[in-house]
């Protein structure tokens, strides 16, 4: 009699619990999802990673602006055979400059209106102006630069009849073109040009040149 109620003391005191199939899928569930959004995530961070190698990469090869580039190809002064009879008589003198602009950018470079100025011994003696333009990429654009020389000021320059006697004339000339990059941003890109041209007044043929090439961003 005391064993059989020695055994039922146990069996109340003992706990027991039901598990239904229900409970033991919660978990299964949970860890799956999880496992997932650990997979989602380490792609999105590999696909972002990768994004900014590659645009890292790019932005230090094809993207970075690289500086257009200038030169005179030529330069001519019409009837400059007769600069004195010319010039004494009030017409014009004209300068003529065969100018290129090299675009090295995988993107155009449009530039403004562009500024030529003419310098005999230190003195402006004529100006131009062209219109706004665009070299697209990769391309090269020619473009003919024409400034009147001015009489008065010509022969004003007290070296002048020297220089005609002489039978050499010495010209420089300056050219800016003031432009933009767009790749992932804008550049300001200033290009300019300072060249010295001594030529032979009876030949109108160039006895030498200098130029000088300058970009400021």
């Known amino acids: 009699m005391a064993e059989q109620d020695q055994e039922k003391a146990l069996a109340l005191s003992t706990p027991y619990r039901f598990r239904s199939n229900e409970d033991e899928d919660i978990p299964i569930e949970i860890s799956k ?11 999105f961070t590999a696909v972002f990673l ?3 190698a590659i645009s890292l990469v790019l932005s230090f090869t094809v993207f970075i602006i690289k500086e257009p580039k200038i030169k005179l190809n030529s330069v001519s002064v019409d009837h400059l055979d007769q600069i004195n009879s010319t010039l004494r008589s009030g017409k014009n003198l004209t300068l003529t400059a065969d100018v290129s602009v090299k675009n090295p950018n995988v993107v155009s470079f449009k530039f403004k209106n562009t500024t030529t100025i003419v310098y005999y011994n230190g003195t402006v003696v004529g100006d131009a102006g062209g219109p706004a333009g665009k070299v ?3 391309r090269t654009l020619r473009m003919n630069v024409t400034a009147d020389i001015v009489p008065s000021k010509m022969l004003g320059v007290q070296s002048f009849d020297t220089d005609v006697n002489r039978g050499t004339l010495n010209l420089s000339s300056y050219t800016k073109i003031d432009g933009e990059v767009k790749i992932l941003f804008r550049k300001q890109v200033v290009v300019n040009l300072n060249c010295t041209s001594m030529f032979n007044i009876t ?3 160039i006895l030498s040149q200098q130029c000088t090439k300058h970009v400021l961003d």
């Open 50 to 52: 990768l994004l900014a």
């Open 33 to 43: 999802k999880h496992r997932r959004c650990i997979k989602c995530c380490g792609c």
């Open 203 to 205: 030949s109108k043929r």
């Open 136 to 138: 697209k990429a990769k």
